[in-house]
């Protein structure tokens, strides 16, 4: 009887490493997608500041000749 729990424990043991080894990876591949996203989100306001600087620029030297 004792024999048979301590394999027990030693199974649910095994379990949990698995586990977090997968709520680890989990962790990485949404802090990735985060980080790409957020990149993406920079680039992207970056991106559009300039272009709204340079119409606004163009329009400026427009309508000054």
């Not at 301590?6 to 649910?12: L, N, S």
């Not at 920079?42 to 000054?64: F, N, V």
Request: no cysteine.
């Amino acid at each position: 009887m004792g024999k048979l729990y301590g394999y027990r424990v030693m199974d649910v043991g095994q379990h949990e490493g698995a586990n977090q080894a997968d709520r680890w990876r989990k962790r990485m591949r949404q802090g990735r997608r985060w980080r790409l996203s957020r990149n993406f989100v920079t680039w992207l306001l970056i991106l559009g500041m300039i272009a709204i600087s340079s119409t606004l620029i163009a329009l400026k030297a427009h309508w000054r000749f």
